[in-house]
């Protein structure tokens, strides 16, 4: 790269690294449709794959399982061979793989290429974090620089909901999977014209035997907790649950006496680093199960379409983008404990007002309340990724920067697993036996009932479909009670464990936490609009 150098500053990036920005975009914003896509699309491919209320858990969480383990075995791998050459290869599998889930004709199949689109999401995030440091050296260009990487989460998660409600209004489900093709052919062409190739060769070994173990620790927890909520505290849940703990003890003790771990615990010996990432995964849990209900809810209870629930979600989205852009305005007044603690008392007020929901509820009230709870719950994440970055030492950035993408993937897909299980279970102990109806599928999930009452007289029919309707209206507003609890005892943690390290009011939005050192600090994300 040949990049003016700023006085007091470092190298100044030129026309190719911004256009290697965009590059970089491209696969950011497309991961973010994707998760928010797939939503809407859940009940088409259950019903046409007649996927059961596990596999469309599993449809969903594995992904995520897959993206959340191999992380930071993929920003090793990164360093090794080349972060460009990696995220070809990523883009690659990613292409391929949606192709393949497009025209998939069984649950288990969709379930084995979302877990290799998972996989190949996690070669994408880290190479282009890591890009971004290589090619951004001047400290306000990377500030400039990640705030736009970061603004396409949410712009994507903005715009999914009406991409996919448009997609699945004219064509069907598999279109969701498709649209990324196309982005990850643009990134194969534009990357090697301007994206420079990155590796170290001084990077640690990769641990293979951390890879599985950390593997084998997720997904048996998980395994465990949905076939608990699926069909009551089995043998078969419990051990599966105790699998994976004995795995996860495992995997952290082989994590203490490596060289160049996987996860880094002497990070979490920070209060602030912990707390802060704490409150991130805590929140990414709740919001997980309320964004993928409410999709459900509008379409199997209120009677929406696909494109009418995606318009319908989209002010919620909207609301996260603008409090993002807000927190670090207000976070320069108050103290960013301050900021996260208000924010999740905001998002509680929302979520009471959606544990109000029932099947004859007001669509704009629950509209509001998802503004609510999503613009508000925008000041914690925002004010959390810089104390997390702000209370780790330079030399250490980029293994907290990984375990905030792993807290982050892990987050969501823990709360689709135990706030759709929760509603699930509320769902099913909700409804009663129907003489002369199937049962067992009815009981098994809201999709499965309105398919299995398509042929019973019509009488019956609507008898099963408004009960269901009001089970799963009641599943909805439980997981929303449960996520109203657990916000408001983060913001009381935020405002008084946090408050204790936290910087002082009116400084510097992106500073390091009071009385860290000063080479402790990073370029904050948001700090300046780009020129």
């Known amino acids: 790269m040949n990049m003016p150098v700023e006085s007091g500053a470092g190298p100044k990036a030129g026309r190719r690294e911004w256009f290697g920005l965009a590059v970089l975009a491209l696969p950011t914003l497309l991961l973010s449709v994707d998760m928010s896509v797939l939503y809407l699309a859940l009940p088409h491919l259950s019903a046409d794959l007649h996927a059961s209320s596990v596999q469309q858990l599993w449809v969903i969480d594995i992904y995520s399982f897959m993206t959340a383990g191999f992380l930071v075995t993929m920003g090793s791998l990164g360093d090794r061979i080349g972060r460009r050459r990696l995220l070809l290869i990523g883009a690659i599998v990613f292409g391929a793989a949606s192709i ?26 880290p190479s282009a974090l890591g890009l971004l440091r290589n090619m951004f ?149 709740v919001m997980a199960g309320i964004v993928l209900l409410s999709a459900i809810y509008l379409q199997t209870v209120k009677g929406y379409s696909p494109l009418e629930a995606g318009l319908l979600l989209l002010p919620q989205n909207v ?99 135990v706030m759709g299980s929760l509603g699930a279970l509320v769902y099913r102990s909700s409804l009663p036996n129907f003489q002369g109806a199937p049962n067992g599928a009815i009981h098994t999930s809201i999709t499965q009932a309105a398919i299995s009452t398509a042929h019973l007289p019509a009488g019956l029919a609507n008898t099963v479909m408004t009960a269901a309707r009001s089970a799963f209206a009641s599943g909805f507003a439980t997981v929303a009670g449960v996520g109203a609890g657990i916000f408001l005892i983060l913001a009381i943690v935020s405002g008084i464990v946090i408050r204790k390290s936290d910087r002082p009011a009116g400084a510097a939005f992106g500073g390091p936490p009071e009385g860290a050192p000063a080479e402790f600090q990073v370029p904050a994300a948001a700090e300046d609009p780009v020129n």
């Open 137 to 285: 050296q001047n400290p306000r260009e990377m500030g400039k620089a990640m705030g736009i990487w970061f603004s396409c989460f949410l712009g994507g998660q903005a715009i999914g909901p009406l991409v996919g409600g448009l997609l699945l209004d004219r064509f069907w489900w598999g279109s969701v999977f498709l649209m990324g093709v196309p982005v990850m052919v643009l990134v194969l062409i534009f990357s090697p014209i301007f994206l420079p190739e990155a590796k170290h060769q001084m990077g640690g070994k990769i641990d293979l035997l951390s890879v599985a173990l950390s593997l084998v620790a997720i997904l048996p927890i998980i395994y465990g907790l949905k076939d608990a909520a699926n069909k009551g505290w089995s043998v078969t849940a419990v051990v599966t649950i105790v699998v994976g703990v004995v795995f996860a003890v495992v995997f952290l003790r082989r994590q203490r006496k490596l060289e160049t771990p996987l996860l880094d615990l002497s990070l979490f010996k920070n209060s602030t680093f912990s707390t802060s990432l704490s409150v991130m995964l805590l929140a990414g849990v």
């Open 319 to 417: 609301a996260m983008v603008i409090g993002s852009l807000s927190a670090p305005m207000i976070a320069a007044k108050l103290r960013a404990s301050y900021v996260m603690a208000i924010g999740l008392g905001i998002s509680t007020v929302g979520l009471i007002i959606v544990a109000t929901v029932h099947g004859t509820t007001s669509t704009p009230l629950l509209v509001v309340g998802l503004m609510l709870t999503l613009g508000g719950v925008s000041w914690p994440m925002v004010m959390t990724g810089n104390l997390v970055m702000g209370s780790t030492p330079m030399e250490k950035a980029g293994a907290a920067a990984g375990i905030m993408e792993t807290s982050g993937e892990f987050g969501v897909a823990l709360g689709v697993a």
């Open 100 to 125: 393949v889930a497009a025209y998939s004709n069984s649950p288990g199949m969709l379930i084995a290429c979302r877990a290799i689109i998972g996989i190949a999401a996690a070669t994408l995030l």
